[in-house]
């Protein structure tokens, strides 16, 4: 079956660049979307169509892609940023689309 | 405003079903597609399938057929998870999500469903 795949942790300090990959072999093909969860709290959709921001979502949120990898990068991190990130994107290989989830990235703000 | 409102946590033992409810105001229910997510403690999201708000047709992902069904009223814009013959690795968070087309923009908040004997 199709896999998203995520580095399970990423760590910076506040005010630094993070950069969380998403690695699959249909994104050159299929969009992908990013979701922030923090503890206890369902998913916020960060990031849709690969690049784009949902209104509300903080502008230091953005989103890229290239070939099999999409990429968030979050800049200027900030305290309230640490939570789970997840990529999510198609899989078309079926009868049917099917969703798909990453693994999920802890992101750690030192 | 949209919200996604679930029922509350759910305690079972194994063998039995529940039932979790998510009930949507704020847009038209029969216009965006429904879909459930599954996590399990510690670990992370996993797509379910989803559903037809129109049609009512459902749509299961590998590993949710069987044992799991969506249904709907939408006479009260609510859609419904039952897991029937429940086993301790069912227990999880389940959640629901609107699909606005592709992308979840409006998620419920959640409903555990803990499965102990």
């Known amino acids: 079956s199709y896999e998203l795949t995520q580095p399970p942790s990423v760590s910076v300090s506040p005010g630094q660049t993070a950069r969380i990959t998403c690695s699959g072999d249909?994104?050159?093909?299929?969009?992908a979307y990013w979701y922030q969860q923090k503890p206890g709290q369902a998913p916020v959709l960060v990031i849709y169509k690969d690049s784009e921001r949902p209104s509300g979502i903080p502008e230091r949120f953005s989103g890229s892609s290239s070939g099999t990898t999409v990429t968030l990068t979050i800049s200027g991190v900030q305290a309230e940023d640490e939570a789970d990130y997840y990529c999510q994107s198609a899989d078309s290989s079926g009868t049917y689309l099917n969703w798909v989830f990453g693994g999920g990235t802890k992101l750690t703000v030192l | 405003q949209v919200q996604l409102v679930q029922s509350g946590s759910e305690l079972k033992k194994p063998g039995a079903s529940v039932k979790v409810s998510c009930k949507a105001s704020g847009y038209t229910f029969t216009s965006y597609a429904m879909n459930w997510v599954r996590q399990a403690p510690g670990q992370g999201l996993e797509w379910m399938g989803w559903i037809n708000t129109n049609t009512g047709n459902p749509t299961y992902a590998q590993g949710f057929t069987g044992r799991f069904v969506f249904s709907l009223d939408t006479s009260v814009s609510t859609a419904y998870l039952q897991i029937s013959s429940l086993k301790a690795e069912d227990t999880a968070v389940y959640y629901c999500a609107r699909e606005n087309p592709t992308d979840f923009d409006y998620w419920g908040q959640g409903t555990l469903v803990t499965v102990s004997s």
């Open positions: 249909a994104l050159p093909k299929q969009y």
